[in-house]
């Protein structure tokens, strides 16, 4: 490879006068906006994991064991919101898409770089209120991330102020979407035409467009919460003649659309990882570009599912088993077309590789077992039981947190210009591997056996499947521990790397690692297809 | 032309995608209208009988002739009579104060009989009235906070007038500002006889 | 709709007019039908001229005549999403109760 000192990398060169944190903090730069996403949501990420044993902790015994009730509520409601407006739902898009989507373009920027920043300060006001929430007014909200009324409305703990955050951690996600479809739309170079664009800018479009579309019914709905705790209106108050179910079927109709937010890029990561590993054409291609748009749409028709027990009509019931149904088939389309991909393929079993597959695995059994949740009979049975927290998790923690880990793999290398340590990082993976399973599929067994989520207190009889599970928790702990310790190093003084560390033939890996201000320090070749391998050698 | 790097398409796309996310904002509340009216079509005729027809009609008549200015300075700095432009832009903002000067009315109107979010007066009313007004207050309320925006964002654009920023060749900030003033209008256009003509 | 720079629509002063004076009459129209009683028609009347209005608002105002089909297409995604979101919540409060 020709040594290209010559063109500055991005860290060098910041394309504006300020200096230092300033030149990162005001910055229009689609990659440093996506890296400082992806620091705070990381950090944020270890804020969640603490609490996340916290609980597990506390549940490792009946009884108290190291808080108190009122505590464990306003734990279990952080650790969601946490979770799930701060880290999953921006995780994958606002870091990674920044990052990697205008480079597989092949475009200087996303189209609109300073509402790009807008969005990240937003995420960061919305962040820090979500923070504030804890240490202000009468105690951490604790109703849950789901924010049921009437509940929410008369709790005298500090709701208003979270709900005020998710409202603003809603309209950075909303900018982002609006700034990626119209990049899609308008900025991909010459000769990416839609069928030649990468399967992960594909599922970033899909995902755009739930989130302009859905996101602002729930900036409504959390507004309306806060309208009705300072005003009392009364649309959702029984005794002024509201109904509380229409808030839940409000809620839902954003906040099922946004799991498709979480799992969509996950799924775009893994279809760009396989094909690279197996030295093989992407199976399906169209059609997996086509199943995300399916996804995307059929997710909107489905949000009533969670609302079974809810005192919603039969009608309603069966239209909307029936519904989910539907929506299991093109993600179920996507994992054939994964597995086909490896099929006969020439495989190396790299790290990215080996996440992606943990991904494959565990997003299945999430999936399968959501069947078992979205048919209306057995619902009744496993309704707000562990059986309903182990299937998210495998989704959304196994789902989205293993394409999050798999990308920090795939993509960082290119970021930073330098490898980590190949071997630790398999160890890692099967520390964590084992760790999450161990931690989540005894909730299933002790879910079906009865024990209700969100509890503090249970019978003894679950205490043996709580146990394994706290037990597990520790173990995905020490998981994360040696990944981040790993990839940190292998960022800070790994060996430098060249373009092309992993023989990928999308059209990031065709310039330096790390990338110039302008993305590309020499035109790239735009004319192979995106998972076409022939004559593609790994740089290392 | 070809010296200006702006991508229009892109710009307008950009906006149409923000004008999705507010339809979808106020459709959250449709959702709420059209489910409570199932509800409470007795209540809800009820209710719109207190409003006053003849404030509706006017804020309409005037939120329609507010979008016709717009539409009209948009096409004079197209055809580059900046003074026009400045003008009918002007007069939107005017149109704008007087729609909420009315709305205050209005609203006060309602405040001396009683009626706002809570009071004693509207809770001894029946369930599907309580929720009604509690429609109109927080929806027309909403609404009014886009109105305001609006202003506000049409005052932004005789300034960028002004200083030319804003020009024949490059007009697509002002295309842009008028699609959320349409919008704005356009949501009104449903408010309307959803809240003052519901029988 | 990725097509090149071409030559922007004005729209022409006349025909902003008419538009305007269709809308007043429209709104003339609603007020009016208002004052009739049809029942439960008198909503399905006014969303159908409110529809009507905000069509001529979209397709002259907002320029939408004049834009590429793909505009058209994506307005009408979002107000069918809309449609769908409020269709689809009847399927539970029309049926709740048994009926």
């Known amino acids: ?540 | 032309m070809s010296e200006i790097h702006k991508d229009y398409t892109g710009a307008k796309l950009g906006m149409w995608l923000f004008l999705f996310t507010e339809v979808l904002l106020f459709g959250g509340l449709f959702v709420l209208y059209s489910t409570y009216l199932y509800k409470y079509p007795q209540d809800f005729h009820t209710g719109g009988k207190q409003l006053d027809v003849f404030i509706g009609t006017l804020n309409t008549v005037v939120l329609l002739l507010s979008s016709f200015f717009v539409a009209l300075g948009i096409t004079y700095i197209q055809r580059g009579e900046k003074k026009l432009a400045i003008r009918y832009t002007l007069l939107t903002i005017i149109m704008a104060f007087g729609f909420l000067i009315n709305k205050s009315i209005e609203w006060s109107a309602k405040f001396h009989h009683g009626i706002y979010p809570n009071s004693e007066h509207l809770l001894e009313m029946p369930h599907g009235e309580q929720i009604f007004f509690g429609l109109y207050f927080v929806m027309t309320g909403l609404h009014g906070i886009h109105v305001i925006i609006g202003a506000v964002v049409m005052g932004v654009m005789v300034w960028l007038m002004k200083k030319d920023n804003i020009n024949k060749d490059d007009f697509v900030k002002l295309e842009n500002a008028g699609l959320y003033w349409h919008l704005v209008d356009l949501i009104w256009i449903f408010l309307f006889p959803l809240f003052y003509l519901v029988l | ?99």
Not at chain 1, 91 to 119: C, H, K, T, W, Y
Not at chain 1, 354 to 365: A, E, P, Q, R
Request: glycine content about 8%; aromatic content about 14%; charged content about 10%.
């Open chain 3, 1 to 99: 709709m990725s097509e090149h720079h071409q030559e922007h629509h004005i729209l022409s002063i006349k025909t902003a007019g008419t538009v305007l004076g269709l809308l007043l009459a429209l709104t003339a129209l609603t007020v009016a039908v208002s004052r009739i009683d049809l029942g439960f028609m008198n909503v399905a009347v006014a969303l159908t001229l409110a529809t009507t209005k905000s069509l001529l608002v979209i397709t002259y105002f907002m320029h939408m005549k004049y834009e590429s089909r793909f505009f058209r297409i994506i307005v009408f995604i979002c107000f069918l999403i809309l449609a769908v979101f409020i269709g689809m919540t009847f399927f539970d409060v029309a049926y709740r109760h048994g009926g």
């Open chain 1, 1 to 540: 490879m020709e040594n290209t000192n010559a063109v500055k990398s991005f860290y060098e060169d910041s394309g504006s006068s300020r200096t230092g944190i300033m030149s990162w903090l005001f910055t229009t730069d689609h990659k440093r906006i996506g890296l400082m996403y992806m620091y705070v949501l990381l950090a944020m990420f270890v804020v969640g994991v603490c609490l996340g044993l916290a609980i597990r902790l506390e549940l490792i015994a009946p009884g108290k064991t190291i808080m108190e009730a009122q505590t464990y509520n306003a734990v279990f409601t952080l650790h969601g919101v946490i979770m799930i407006f701060i880290v999953v739902i921006p995780s994958i898009p606002a870091a990674f898409g920044n990052m990697i989507l205008p480079i597989q373009l092949g475009a200087e920027d996303v189209s609109f770089p300073r509402l790009n920043l807008l969005s990240w300060w937003l995420y960061i006001t919305g962040t820090v209120m979500a923070l504030f929430s804890l240490f202000t007014g009468q105690g951490a909200p604790d109703t849950g991330w789901t924010f049921y009324v009437p509940f929410s409305e008369f709790t005298t703990t500090n709701v208003s102020v979270a709900v005020i955050a998710v409202f603003i951690l809603g309209f950075s996600s909303i900018l982002t979407g609006i700034n990626f479809i119209t990049t899609i739309h308008r900025l991909r170079a010459p000769g990416i035409t839609w069928t030649k664009m990468p399967l992960f800018a594909w599922s970033l479009y899909a995902t755009g467009w739930i989130q302009v579309l859905a996101t602002p019914v729930l900036g409504i709905t959390v507004l309306l919460i806060f309208v009705e705790r300072v005003l009392g209106v009364g649309l959702f108050d029984p005794n002024k003649g509201g109904d509380p179910i229409l808030y839940q079927h409000l809620f839902w109709i954003y906040s099922h659309p946004a799991v498709y937010i979480m799992i969509l890029p996950a799924m775009g990561v893994v279809s760009d990882i396989i094909p690279v590993f197996a030295r093989k054409n992407i199976f399906g291609y169209k059609t997996i570009a086509v199943s995300s748009l399916m996804i995307a749409f059929a997710g909107s028709l489905v949000w009533a599912h969670h609302m079974f027990t809810s005192g919603m009509s039969d009608t309603a019931v069966l239209i909307f088993s029936l519904l989910t149904f539907v929506v299991a088939i093109p993600s179920a389309i996507k994992v054939f077309n994964w597995t086909a991909t490896l099929y006969k393929g020439s495989i190396t079993l790299e790290p990215p590789l080996l996440y992606s597959l943990g991904f494959i695995f565990l997003f299945s059994v999430g999936g399968l077992t959501g069947l078992i949740l979205g048919s209306a009979g057995t619902d009744i049975h496993v309704h707000d039981t562990y059986f309903v927290v182990s299937h998210f998790h495998y989704v959304i923690f196994g789902g989205t947190g293993f394409g999050l880990f798999a990308a920090m793999h795939y993509w960082l290398p290119k970021m930073y210009g330098r490898m980590y340590n190949k071997k630790v990082a398999k160890i890692a993976f099967a520390v964590l591997f084992v760790g999450f399973n161990l931690l989540y599929m005894p909730l299933f067994v002790i879910g079906l056996q009865g024990m209700p989520r969100r509890y503090y207190d249970y019978l003894p009889q679950y205490q043996t499947g709580h146990m394994i599970s706290t037990f597990g928790s520790w173990i995905l702990a020490l998981g994360l521990i040696i990944m981040f310790v790993n990839l940190y190093k292998g960022y800070t003084k790994g060996p430098k790397i060249g373009r092309n560390p992993w023989g990928g033939s999308t059209l990031e890996w065709q310039t330096m690692s790390p990338p110039p201000l302008l993305n590309f320090d020499r035109e790239p070749d735009t004319s192979r297809r995106p998972y076409d391998f022939k004559g593609v050698t790994p740089d290392e």
